[in-house]
């Protein structure tokens, strides 16, 4: 419990960012049809289940052209 308390100031605004850019990443993947790489359920899998990195993963290489 000691650690925990050590390391909640860094923590915290981690978990807040985690959650802000997969929720971004998710109304994103809903929202829109086309995806350079992939499908719909294929997108929502890597965001949910591949924490920090799926988000960004999909920002980067799954998004398509915005219309």
Do not use: C, S
Not at 2 to 11: H, N, Q, S, T
Not at 29 to 54: E, T
Not at 56 to 66: A, I, L, T
């Amino acid at each position: 419990m000691e650690i925990l308390r050590e390391y909640l100031p860094f923590l915290v605004p981690l978990i807040i960012a985690q959650l802000a850019l997969g929720i971004t990443a998710i109304v994103h993947v809903l929202k829109h049809p086309r995806y350079r790489f992939g499908n719909k359920p294929i997108w929502v899998l890597i965001v949910l289940f591949i924490n920090i990195i799926g988000p960004v993963v999909y920002f980067v290489f799954g998004r398509g052209e915005d219309q």
